[in-house]
């Protein structure tokens, strides 16, 4: 497995990966998959500032993860979402965990303190590879969204990436691979 900084040149296969989360299940709140175009204008707007990350098995990428911004106001810039998606019938082989992994570590290496993860409830899978990972529930909201015919609830999570301390400059836009 290779974990490695996506390019655009990897929409086509993360437009592909991401497809059934949003037609198939209530992962994904969208009710229309974006085309590759759209999902290129996403990464290359996540790109300018964090990381979005892929895993390649064999020379196919088997899944994607990356950081937005958790909000835009100020004060909110040392926090981040992240999200991870997997080829259908690649779960539990390491490859989120990997993922997640060198994602945390290059939000540190940023600047970045906290973690945040929105989980479309019930979804036991995303639950238990987040709290492995050390994110604890903050809330729910419930009946946040309508797909599929039915109400559905979005749970936290959330992580500290660092101890807390007062920064010293904002998080830097910087990538680098450890």
Same mark, same amino acid.
């Given at each position: $497995?290779?974990?490695? *900084?996506a ?10 990966? /991401? %497809? @059934? ?5 209530? #992962? ?10 759209? $999902?290129?204008?996403? $990464?290359?707007?996540? +790109? !300018? ?6 895993c ?5 990428? !088997? ?17 981040v979402?992240?999200?991870? /998606?997997?080829?259908?019938?690649? +779960? ?13 570590? *290059? ?8 973690? /945040?993860?929105?989980?479309?409830? @019930?979804?036991? !899978? ?13 809330? #729910? ?13 979005? =749970? ?8 807390? +301390?007062?920064? =010293?400059?904002? @998080?830097?836009? %910087?990538?680098?691979?450890?």
């Open positions: $497995m290779d974990i490695r *900084l390019t655009l040149e990897d929409a086509p296969a993360i437009t592909t990966i /991401y %497809r @059934p989360y949003v037609e198939d299940s209530i #992962v994904s709140f969208e009710l229309e998959a974006p085309t590759e175009a759209t $999902m290129r204008e996403r $990464m290359g707007k996540v +790109q !300018a500032k964090l990381p979005w990350l892929v390649e098995q064999d020379g196919a990428v !088997a899944g994607y993860a990356y950081a937005s911004s958790h909000h835009d106001r100020a004060a909110y810039q040392w926090s979402d992240v999200s991870v /998606y997997l080829r259908q019938g690649q +779960q539990r082989r390491g490859f989120g965990r990997a993922l997640y992994t060198e994602l945390f570590a *290059l939000l540190v290496q940023q600047g970045y303190y906290t973690a /945040y993860a929105g989980i479309s409830l @019930p979804n036991a !899978a995303s639950v238990g590879l987040h709290e492995s990972f050390g994110f604890e529930p903050v809330g #729910v909201y419930r009946n946040a969204g309508f797909k599929s015919g039915a109400w559905h609830d979005v =749970g936290w999570w959330q992580r500290p990436l660092r101890n807390y +301390q007062v920064p =010293g400059s904002a @998080p830097s836009q %910087r990538l680098s691979r450890t």
